[in-house]
């Protein structure tokens, strides 16, 4: 079994900074990514940040040099530091992760969603 729990959500006004965590554990062989995605009411699922272990970092257009994705020295943690938030970052945001769980088999996890929530 594989787990992600995420955490750091919450409101915070126009203009503000949160920073989301998001823990794996469980059968965890190695790590090939983790990111973080959103999805707002109405809208589909969209990414927002990925980091690929050994390769790098990817964003997307709209986080406009405001996130930073970053991972700890165990790298079994991942973090998305968000500024200068905007009402239209308003959304659930969920971390994933791409793993093996043996040196073959590899699958795609998801977190149970934390509310971000942008507004005066």
């Known amino acids: 079994q594989v787990q992600l729990v995420e955490s750091g959500g919450g409101l915070v006004q126009p203009g503000g900074s949160l920073r989301l965590s998001c823990v794996a554990s469980?059968?965890?062989?190695?790590?090939?990514?983790m990111g973080w995605y959103r999805q707002a009411p109405g809208k589909q699922r969209e990414l927002v940040a990925t980091?690929?272990?050994?390769?790098?970092?990817n964003y997307a257009e709209f986080v406009q040099g405001r996130f930073t994705i970053s991972t700890d020295n165990a790298m079994n943690t991942v973090y998305l530091q968000m500024n200068a938030l905007k009402p239209e970052d308003t959304a659930v945001y969920y971390c994933?992760?791409?793993?093996?769980?043996?040196?073959?088999?590899?699958?795609?996890?998801w977190g149970q969603g934390t509310q971000v929530t942008v507004s005066s």
């Open positions: 994933n992760a791409r793993l093996h769980t043996d040196p073959i088999k590899w699958d795609t996890y």
């Open positions: 469980g059968n965890i062989f190695s790590i090939i990514a």
């Open positions: 980091l690929t272990y050994g390769v790098g970092t």
